[in-house]
């Protein structure tokens, strides 16, 4: 069974920066892509950010808004996801996520973390 465990969320100021980490454990033989998402209040998860772990395809939701920055560490299996100039509106439960993405453009959807609360203040 496959296991993503996020963390580094929190509370900060808006302005700050947080960085959110993933780690993947089980099978990650089958996890070609991991990405990460978000779930605000009255909103549908929305699209953050996807890596392909293999070739390092990166690609954003419109949520990134040039503001947050997926990478990858394969010796670790984790994925992080930096966020810069944060907005009391990217307040929320952020989601990593992991699968098989064998078609250009898809999304990791198959396995998912449980969630990391971020809370950005004014």
């Known amino acids: 069974q496959a296991q993503l465990v996020e963390s580094g969320g929190g509370a900060v100021q808006a302005g700050e920066s947080l960085k959110l980490s993933c780690a993947a454990s089980?099978?990650?033989?089958?996890?070609?892509?991991m990405g990460w998402y978000r779930q605000i209040p009255g909103r549908e998860r929305e699209r953050i950010a996807a890596?392909?772990?293999?070739?390092?395809?990166?690609f954003y939701g419109a949520s990134a808004s040039g503001r947050f920055t997926i990478s990858h560490d394969n010796a670790k299996n984790t994925v992080y996801l930096q966020m810069n100039s944060l907005r009391p509106e990217d307040t929320g439960v952020y989601y990593c996520?992991?699968?098989?993405?064998?078609?250009?453009?898809?999304?990791?959807?198959?396995?998912w973390g449980p969630g990391t609360q971020v809370t950005v203040s004014s």
């Open positions: 996520a992991a699968g098989g993405c064998w078609i250009h453009g898809a999304w990791p959807d198959k396995y």
């Open positions: 089980g099978y990650t033989d089958k996890m070609n892509c």
């Open positions: 890596i392909y772990t293999g070739v390092g395809s990166k």
